[in-house]
């Protein structure tokens, strides 16, 4: 079963530290890996996504690390802030049961990441 | 830009009982999600459509949810009857295939928070 797997459940970190969450995939048909965040009563908004052949991407104060021999990815919250408080899911992205162009996407079980200010 | 429409917001129905849930996606939004999230967990692809058709109901639950999405644009999910593991949050997602993207982000809605008593 395609699965991937996610850690730490939470997290709690001072104002202007490092949030790191770590996930790990087992199937190498996944072929993109983008996270998501997710606020209290809203659905999961796209952070930053990386492709399998590069092995960091920045955005911000957000960066993907991607160790693909490992099949583990990893997301990192530089100088955190109170507003990051929310849940974020790691995903990846296999073809849909359909084939063609269709994908779909498996997400992590989330971290609730909690910034005390 | 209007986002993912959901209704209705919040739902409580006894076990047993039937609901619905509608999705208007984003206009121009081809490919439509049902995800489905229980509480701690990340979502859950239920079934994707490709305008009107399904690409994907892997993990559907076809004894007893069914969907769809008549005329390519809104959708509807429902559950008959409902048992108390369908307490969840059933979120709807839209994307589009834009040309040179290698990941074509989805768009979620508030989703609904379903109770089953």
């Known amino acids: 079963q395609q699965q991937v797997k996610q850690s730490p459940q939470s997290l709690i970190v001072q104002k202007g530290g490092i949030s790191i969450i770590n996930c790990a995939y087992e199937?190498?048909?996944?072929?993109?890996f983008p996270w998501y965040q997710q606020f209290p009563g809203k659905g999961p908004a796209l952070l930053i996504a990386?492709?399998?052949?590069?092995s960091e991407k920045k955005e911000g104060r957000f960066t993907i690390s991607f160790n693909k021999s490992a099949k583990q990815f990893s997301l990192h919250i530089m100088d955190s802030q109170p507003g990051d408080s929310a849940t974020y899911f790691c995903?990846?992205?296999?073809?849909?049961?359909?084939?063609?162009?269709?994908?779909?996407?498996?997400f992590g079980k989330g971290t609730l990441l909690t910034v005390n200010p | 830009e209007a986002g993912v429409a959901q209704s209705p917001r919040y739902k409580i129905i006894e076990k047993r009982q039937s609901v619905a849930f509608w999705c208007n996606p984003i206009?121009?939004?081809?490919?439509l999600y049902w995800y489905q999230q229980i509480l701690g967990q990340g979502p859950k692809l239920l079934i994707q459509?490709?305008?009107?058709?399904?690409?994907?109901d892997s993990q559907l639950p076809k004894d007893r949810f069914s969907a769809e999405r008549l005329k390519g644009v809104d959708s509807t999910l429902k559950i008959q009857p409902a048992k108390l593991e369908d307490s969840a949050v059933y979120l709807c997602?839209?994307?589009?295939?834009?040309?040179?993207?290698?990941?074509?982000?989805?768009?979620f809605g508030p989703g609904t928070r379903l109770t089953v008593l």
């Open positions: 997602a839209s994307s589009q295939r834009l040309a040179g993207r290698a990941y074509n982000e989805q768009f």
């Open positions: 199937n190498t048909a996944f072929d993109y």
């Open positions: 990386i492709r399998p052949d590069v």
């Open positions: 995903a990846a992205r296999t073809l849909s049961d359909s084939g063609g162009s269709n994908y779909k996407l498996t």
């Open positions: 206009s121009g939004h081809a490919t």
């Open positions: 459509f490709q305008n009107n058709g399904v690409v994907d």
